[in-house]
């Protein structure tokens, strides 16, 4: 097994130390499982702390740290695909990904390596178990995100999976041919198909700097996600239309009929600015929604590199 470890950074100079310092300790323990030794892939996404400054040390001292360094901020999904690609390049077998806050804790990897080692499958996953110290708010949200994610796409996903894996070459090169610049990871790894294993752990706080995902920018990956794996939204909004166009067709029916045999008393207008409020509503939200779709295909046509690399090692 020649495993390279995929890891991106973005402001992570407070935790690569430790990233460093545990990963090395883990070392002797992943030995038994390589054939060759261990490498990593730091990719530095835009950090403006000392972040790309630690790399290039890191890499002074030990030729197996490769990093790379993107020309600014391009996001987590960039820096993993840009990471699995060098992987690719330097000709790994084995490919793990995992954050640099210690979120996903290094001790797993032995445990991963094993069962992959065991054979039958072409990646070993971690999820979380609990969330616990996460904002209830925020575990909310995600448990409704995975079931919603479950019933109206063809990327099953499973509640609490992390970007926290080991996958085999033939899995990592096929989400790397995936050229979407919409790109999420989870799905696009379950997407592939191929046998994944779980492996359980406890939710881990971040112990060093902070989080780069605020509230609503989770939101819009989770949005970027549905959109990327679903066209269910288009589909409902189609049914309303086709459910309101019956409805007011049997409207229409109603007052034909009363108007011809009852004579017409003009009734108020409250009724008529409710039905025309409310459709008004649903139109634009259907266009709304078509809209969003209409920026996502924009996105892919336009054929942008998805990352710019502006210095390796
Ligand atoms: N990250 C990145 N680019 C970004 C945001 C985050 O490369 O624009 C990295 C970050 O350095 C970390 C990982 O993605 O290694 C997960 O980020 P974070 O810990 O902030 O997210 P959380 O654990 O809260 O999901
Ligand atoms: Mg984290």
Redesign the pocket.
């Known amino acids: 097994m020649h495993l390279v470890i995929v890891?991106?950074?973005?402001?992570?100079a407070e935790?690569l130390p430790h990233f460093h310092e545990r990963l090395t300790a883990v070392e002797a323990d992943l030995a038994p499982y390589a054939s060759e030794p261990v490498e990593y892939v730091l990719?530095?996404?835009?950090?403006t702390d000392g972040?790309l400054a630690l790399m290039r040390q890191l890499n002074q001292a030990d030729q197996r740290w490769h990093y790379l360094s993107f020309s600014r901020?391009?996001?987590?999904?960039?820096?993993?695909l840009a990471g699995m690609r060098r992987a690719l390049d330097l000709g790994a077998t084995h490919v793990a990904v995992?954050?640099?806050?210690l979120?996903d804790p290094p001790e797993l990897l032995p445990q991963m390596c094993e069962r992959m080692s065991q054979g039958g499958c072409d990646a070993v996953a971690a999820y979380r178990q609990t969330r616990e110290g996460e904002p209830p708010i925020r575990s909310w949200f995600a448990h409704r995100f995975y079931g919603f994610m479950g019933k109206v796409s063809d990327a099953n996903m499973k509640d609490g999976a992390?970007?926290f894996r080991v996958m085999t070459r033939r899995m990592v090169t096929d989400v790397c041919s995936m050229p979407e610049v919409g790109r999420f990871s989870k799905g696009l790894f379950m997407w592939v198909g191929y046998d994944t294993e779980w492996i359980g752990y406890k939710n881990i706080e971040?112990e060093h700097?902070?989080?780069?995902?605020s509230f609503f920018?989770?939101v819009r990956y989770a949005i970027d996600g549905i959109i990327a794996f679903s066209t269910w939204p288009l589909e409902v909004i189609s049914l309303i239309g086709v459910f309101m166009s019956i409805l007011a067709l049997l409207f229409l029916l109603f007052i034909f009929v009363r108007a011809l045999f009852f004579g017409d008393p003009v009734a108020g207008w409250p009724s008529l600015v409710c039905v025309i409020t409310f459709l008004g509503g649903i139109q634009i939200l259907g266009i709304g929604t078509i809209g969003i779709y209409i920026s996502k295909i924009y996105a892919e046509v336009k054929h942008r590199p998805l990352y710019i690399i502006a210095e390796e090692a």
């Open positions: 890891v991106p950074c973005h402001n992570e935790s990719v530095d996404d835009g950090s972040t901020n391009f996001g987590k999904e960039a820096g993993l995992m954050d640099a806050d979120q992390r970007d971040r700097g902070t989080t780069s995902w920018g989770l």
